[in-house]
């Protein structure tokens, strides 16, 4: 399986997110899987940029056909290097040590994600708050609404993924599974119980390490109003193939990738089940 080719398009900006309306509790948002750039950032990206290294790969991928399931998913078109959906409006800090903003000024790897005096003007900023922004946080917020009301809560999964080691973000390798519930205020606790729980044993994880949840989770997850949140960073060393990584190339590991899929769809089985 090969990377999606990018596909610039022009500053009027359309289609921000792909959207699919479920008969479930469950809302499953991918916000960093995006690949699609404006014609901005596709002329002013350095050349390790238009590569994307930061982007969740192959998330849509990996959870399947969650329609033909029943669950409500909606995922970003446009790259986190365009807007980053699950940082703040207003770009507040979430974390204390070093991270990456709503437009993203450096890559993970602290090298600049724009050619110096190219970088994107505040007018465009402006551009993709309001268009991209803004369209796929209220598309999240009227489906949690109308999930709530018919089931009387609903439970969103905020589906990441990232490389196993990211020196700026965290020392070490990471776990597996990454799950993140912004100190158990973000979901009552039996999400995180029943999450935890369907993992195999050959699998590592942890809750509320260096991922809590990120603007997603901690917005929309309301336990006290029926609305869970849980955010999930899955290892990208689950899934990619580690050698062609070290290359600057994002590929499915094809023994890993069905193995994966499998528990992920375990994950969302456990979701669906749990009793609120």
Same mark, same amino acid.
């Given at each position: ?5 990018l ?9 921000p997110?792909?959207f699919h309306?479920g008969?479930?509790p469950?809302?499953?948002?991918m ?5 699609q750039?404006t ?10 940029a238009?590569?994307?290294p ?5 998330i849509?991928?990996l959870?399947?056909d969650l ?17 980053d ?9 979430l974390?204390?040590t070093?991270?990456?903003?709503? @437009?993203p ?10 050619l110096a ?20 946080h209220?598309?999240?917020?009227d ?7 018919? @089931?009387?809560?609903?439970i969103l ?5 990232i ?12 776990p ?6 912004n100190?158990?205020e973000s ?8 999450a ?7 699998y ?7 991922f ?5 989770t901690?917005?929309f997850g309301q336990p006290?109003?029926?609305?869970h949140a ?10 990619l193939?580690?050698?062609l ?11 890993k @990738? ?5 528990q992920?769809?375990k ?5 669906l089940s749990?009793?609120?």
């Open positions: 399986m090969s990377n999606v080719e596909q610039p398009v022009h500053n009027r900006i359309e289609s997110f792909e309306q008969d479930s469950l809302l499953v948002s916000p960093h899987s995006g690949l750039l014609v901005t950032e596709e002329e002013s990206l350095t050349e390790k238009k590569r994307l930061d982007t969740d790969w192959y849509p991928e959870y399947g329609a033909a399931r029943g669950v409500s998913v909606i995922s970003a078109n446009y790259s986190r290097y365009v807007i959906l699950n940082r703040p409006y207003d770009d507040a800090a974390y204390t070093k991270t990456t903003g709503l @437009f000024e450096i890559l993970f790897d602290e090298s600049p994600t724009f005096g190219k970088e994107p003007t505040d007018v465009h900023h402006a551009l993709c708050k309001e268009q991209i922004w803004r369209p796929y209220q598309q999240i917020e489906e949690l609404a109308r999930i709530k009301a018919k @089931f009387g809560y609903a999964l905020d589906a990441h993924s490389a196993a080691e990211v020196p700026m973000l965290f020392e070490g390798k990471l597996d599974f990454n799950w993140g519930t100190a158990g979901c009552a606790p039996a999400v995180l119980k029943s935890q729980a369907c993992l195999s044993n050959n590592s994880q942890v809750a509320n390490g260096r809590k949840g990120g603007y997603i901690r917005a006290a109003e029926g609305i849980i955010q999930l960073e899955l290892s990208q060393a689950t899934y193939n580690d050698e990584v070290k290359q600057g190339q994002y590929l499915l590991d094809e023994g @990738f069905p193995v994966i899929q499998k992920l769809r994950l969302v089985d456990a979701l749990v009793k609120l």
